[in-house]
């Protein structure tokens, strides 16, 4: 018994044992398979902030970008090859001898395709018509321009301009593809703000609007450093220092895939330059030849300026047209085929056509012009190959600068023409070809002169006709962009640096003539489209140094003071779109105290109106004013308590609270009195048998008009005791550079702390143009006649001692 009583618990006991086992393999289990799965978290957690830090990388974002424009860039190409390549096939091919069939198939291709473009342009997205420069340009100064920057003008965009560019219309993608690179960059952002915040600063996103201009420039002429200087004239006015890094490294990653995709797709050996040149390299020119670059320079000047003035004439009268109704201008499709045809008629080969080369797409003419052999030369134009571009400058009735020269006079008015369709289209690849043209005329002309070249010690160096056209078309281009970097667009294009020196001295003196006579021709399309933006100040004009403040400021200025009325603060509101408010001390010291913004007085009167409605009828007044600074939090949760502003910029879009704020403030005084003070429905005292009395209706009326005259406690508004002012006596020099650094709209004027005047963008726009019409026609300036010019002599730039005592007694 004992036995099987030890037998009993020593199985009782292996069993607990077992038991205990098995208990500690499934707590050891457990805490493994919890140990597990805490490091695969903190594995998770950490693969996904370096996923995070690398997508929020700079870095990234701008190879992306450039990748993706290059794609753009050359998937475009492609097609456009495919237009042209069709239309010369069916010209050659289907309607071979017969001229008329020819004549049809040549117009009608190219209206298909351009009444194609411009419906899908205006229908999809009307914000792809254009250039798409100037309202970059804007867009970069502040302006809210929202619809210009989304994927569907990014759409409208690129289809329209393939079809424009293939129609062979004597435009350019390089304008256009500014607005594709800003639009790549600003969806781009919006796509990388899902893993990252960073993107979700709009600050930080207009520094990289900036960036997609200039790897829009690199991806058509691979020219990244050109690129980005060319971005950096053209859209910005001051750049930050931060982005030059970053446009660098997008445009340089964007035009070597721009170029690497021709090689992998088999239709290029290798990279090279896009309109490589075969010039000498030993003496590339002679100084004698130094005079007359500098002089092509001059008129390419005179010719940029021309041009600008000539395409503000033809857009002037288009806008005339479409004002008035006329049958051509009733939508878009009549003026873009009537011009579609006009230009394909002159061009047309067999008939015009053969006296200006226009069998030749742009690409080709370049190529032509560039080429280094003299065609004056009968023995080498002789030798030309039928099937080659150059045969097409060779007639048998008219010598090669009778047709260099129409086809200078005949591209200059239809690229002016072009540039004004309602279209996907740039200006800068015809100003190219025209000043190319230009380049090689005078090119022709000094190997006739000089046919043997030029003798330096002992050697005879001929002249290249070739390296005129490189100098005329960066002259050119210079002064109708005027912008310094086509000297450095050129020098990439071409792969030569031997002539950088003809090309920066025509570049200057074209920019020189130019920018003494007309404005660049993007600031003429802001101008006459009239958008918001600060024109740059010409130099060269003495009596600008001699205009001041005081000369153009707003003197009529709207203000309130500390002892304003409800009613006071509601004329303000009823006078105009007003986004801040002066305050000053009072009527008689116009001491300027700080500024409230519009949307603060309108919180204030919706904060007094709801008080009201509560069943009181008085606020009691308090003796001090709180001012503070409106930082980005507290105007935010102003914001939040009332609706927006009313005033909201032309192309930003108003909701429906800010739509019955609009009508509640903008509505007659009776409205506002019923909405203000909650008088009662007299109407319907009127009609009660009760309410006979007329006293209370007179009551009532009484009561109103001292609701409305009640003092204005400005305790719960946001008072900036600092805004931004100038003096009288600020030069207007310095008020632009204010006004283009800080992006400012206004700015109160002020003498010895007194509040004198308003100075708005307006204003300022005003002084610079100088009463400047619309098309860019200079007219003598008159603003300097302003100042008086008596014997009395200059004002004194300080005041006296004694007026700022008697000012302190205020």
Request: one cysteine or more; aromatic letters at 12%; proline letters at 4%.
């Amino acid at each position: 018994m004992e036995n099987k009583g030890t037998d009993e618990n020593n199985l009782e006991r292996g069993i607990y044992k077992k038991s205990a086992d098995q208990l500690r393999k499934e707590h050891y289990h457990r805490k493994s398979e919890h140990n597990q799965s805490n490091k695969c978290g903190v594995w998770i957690a950490h693969f996904h902030r370096l996923f995070v830090s690398l997508i929020g990388a700079d870095w990234i974002f701008l190879m992306i970008l450039g990748f993706i424009l290059g794609t753009i860039s050359f998937v475009m190409d492609i097609f456009v090859n495919l237009f042209t390549d069709a239309h010369r096939w069916i010209f050659y091919s289907v309607a071979d001898h017969h001229v008329v069939v020819q004549y049809m198939v040549w117009s009608l291709y190219s209206m298909i395709l351009m009444c194609f473009a411009a419906g899908f342009a205006n229908i999809v997205s009307p914000q792809a018509v254009g250039s798409g420069i100037p309202e970059m340009k804007t867009a970069l100064r502040g302006v809210v321009m929202q619809e210009y920057l989304t994927f569907r003008t990014l759409v409208s965009k690129v289809i329209s301009l393939t079809c424009v560019l293939g129609s062979e219309l004597p435009v350019g993608k390089e304008g256009p593809f500014v607005h594709i690179g800003s639009l790549c960059a600003s969806l781009l952002c919006k796509f990388m703000a899902l893993f990252s915040n960073i993107y979700k600063n709009e600050a930080r996103n207009k520094e990289l609007l900036t960036v997609g201009c200039a790897v829009g420039i690199g991806c058509c002429f691979a020219s990244p450093i050109g690129g980005a200087l060319f971005s950096i004239e053209v859209t910005a006015m001051y750049y930050l220092p931060r982005n030059y890094w970053r446009g660098f490294l997008s445009a340089t990653f964007g035009a070597v895939i721009f170029r690497l995709l021709p090689v992998w797709h088999k239709e290029e050996e290798t990279l090279m330059a896009l309109y490589a040149t075969k010039y000498r390299l030993d003496f590339p020119f002679d100084l004698q030849e130094l005079p007359v670059f500098a002089a092509m320079g001059i008129v390419c000047g005179l010719g940029g300026a021309f041009f600008v003035f000539l395409y503000g004439k033809i857009t002037l009268f288009v806008k005339e047209k479409k004002a008035s109704n006329s049958l051509l201008m009733r939508n878009c499709f009549y003026y873009s085929a009537l011009t579609s045809v006009l230009i394909s008629t002159l061009t047309f080969p067999p008939g015009f056509g053969q006296f200006m080369a226009g069998k030749l797409t742009q690409r080709d003419s370049l190529i032509s012009f560039f080429d280094h052999r003299t065609w004056s030369n009968r023995s080498i134009v002789a030798d030309f190959d039928d099937n080659d571009h150059l045969a097409a400058w060779k007639h048998p009735y008219a010598n090669v600068f009778v047709i260099l020269f129409v086809f200078v006079v005949m591209k200059f008015w239809m690229s002016a023409l072009s540039i004004t369709l309602p279209i996907p289209c740039g200006s800068f690849v015809p100003i190219f070809v025209i000043g190319a043209g230009f380049g090689r005329l005078i090119g022709e002309g000094m190997a006739t002169l000089f046919p043997e070249g030029f003798n330096t010690d002992g050697h005879i160096y001929p002249i290249v006709p070739g390296a005129y056209a490189v100098v005329g078309a960066a002259a050119l281009t210079a002064g109708v962009t005027h912008t310094m970097s086509t000297a450095v667009i050129m020098m990439e294009l071409t792969g030569h640096l031997s002539y950088s020196l003809p090309i920066l001295i025509s570049v200057i003196l074209s920019n020189m003539v130019s920018q003494s006579l007309q404005p660049s021709i993007y600031d003429t399309i802001i101008r006459i489209k009239r958008l918001p933006y600060l024109p740059l100040l010409r130099w060269g004009q003495r009596e600008k140094s001699k205009i001041h403040v005081e000369d153009f400021m707003n003197k009529d200025v709207r203000f309130i003071t500390l002892n304003s009325t409800y009613r006071d603060v509601f004329k303000i509101l009823c006078s105009g779109n007003l986004k801040t408010v002066p305050m000053v001390k009072s009527t008689e010291s116009m001491l300027f105290l700080g500024s409230i913004e519009r949307a603060q007085l309108l919180t204030l009167l919706m904060q007094r109106a709801q008080y009201l409605r509560g069943g009181a009828s008085s606020i009691p007044a308090h003796s001090k004013v709180h001012f503070q600074m409106a930082t980005e939090d507290s105007s935010s949760a102003s914001a939040h308590v009332s609706p927006s502003t009313p005033l909201k910029s032309a192309l930003k879009r108003a909701t429906a609270d800010q739509e019955q704020l609009n009508n509640n403030v903008y509505d007659s005084g009776l409205s506002f009195k019923t909405c203000f003070c909650s008088r009662p429905d007299i109407d319907a005292m009127k009609n009660d048998p009760d309410a006979h009395d007329d006293t209370i209706l007179q009551e009532i009326e009484e009561w109103e008009e001292q609701q409305l005259d009640e003092q204005v406690n400005f305790n719960s508004c946001q008072i900036d005791p600092a805004p931004f002012q100038l003096v009288e006596r600020t030069t207007l020099h310095k008020t632009h550079s204010m006004f283009s650094v800080l992006n400012l709209d206004s700015a109160f004027v002020t003498s010895v702390g007194r509040l004198v005047g308003v100075v708005s963008l307006k204003e300022l726009c005003d002084a610079i143009t100088n009463s400047m019409p619309q098309d860019g026609v200079c007219l003598s300036p008159i603003l300097s006649g302003f100042r008086e010019r008596g014997s009395a002599g200059w004002r004194p730039e300080v005041c006296e001692l004694h007026k700022l005592l008697d000012h302190q007694d205020c």
